[in-house]
């Protein structure tokens, strides 16, 4: 299996401000990486997809980067209904997905 | 627009089969263009894709090497839907399970569509 590591395991933050996440595979993977929002109690929300792909509905304020081992979601200007939980999952060989990472109020 | 609607008991006992399964409407289960899964997710596992069904001019299947000897994954054509069984269940396979849309060339293997989330315990 393909590990994907994100870090950090959490982040505290305001409303306003920027917040990069990053993922880390174990091997190469091209831009088979997508990121996921989750909120307590309900399913993940797909952000982004191809590594760098805004997926249909989702606000221009997300942006994802990166290929090959090492990626990067950020949120450009953080909202209030952006505090969440964020996970990223690679699709190169069966899914895995990173640990997440909780993006929480400072 | 798509949605998938999740059924099952919240609660198996050890040693039994656990059994859900996902119906929906928007999109075929014989689409050549997705493919359709089962995800679960623990405080212990994290997110843990368990596997998918797919048809390309045939059915296939994949499943992930952690439950494959216990897995069944089955397309229902008649009634546009899935299901996921689960044999020889533990304590440790309590979890909330999601079945959810996988778009190969679409999304670059992404899930974009899930399904609500069913608790299963496992327990006696």
């Known amino acids: 299996d393909i590990q994907m590591t994100q870090s950090p395991s959490s982040v505290s933050a305001s409303v306003g401000d920027r917040v990069t996440i990053t993922c880390r595979a174990s091997?190469?993977?091209?831009?088979?990486l997508a990121w996921y929002q989750q909120k307590p109690g309900k399913a993940p929300k797909l952000l982004i997809y191809a590594a760098s792909s805004l997926q249909s509905g989702v606000p221009s304020r997300f942006s994802g980067s990166g290929s090959g081992t090492d990626f990067t979601l950020t949120i450009s200007s953080l909202q209030p209904e952006d505090f969440a939980t964020y996970f990223c999952q690679q699709a190169n060989s069966f899914p895995t997905f990173g640990g997440g990472t909780k993006v929480e109020i400072k | 627009q798509v949605q998938l609607q999740q059924s099952g008991p919240g609660l198996v006992k050890p040693s039994q089969t656990l059994s859900l399964t996902c119906a929906f409407s928007g999109d075929s289960v014989s689409s050549n263009s997705a493919a359709w899964n089962w995800i679960r997710q623990s405080p212990s596992r994290g997110l843990e894709w368990l596997g998918r069904t797919y048809y390309r001019s045939k059915w296939y299947n994949d499943y992930a090497v952690s439950v494959k000897s216990r897995i069944t994954i089955n397309p229902d054509t008649s009634k546009n839907q899935f299901s996921l069984h689960l044999n020889s269940v533990t304590p440790e396979d309590t979890a909330v399970y999601y079945c959810a849309r996988g778009r190969i060339a679409a999304a670059w293997g992404a899930f974009d569509i899930w399904g609500q989330g069913t608790m299963v315990t496992v327990s006696s």
């Open positions: 091997q190469g993977i091209s831009s088979w």
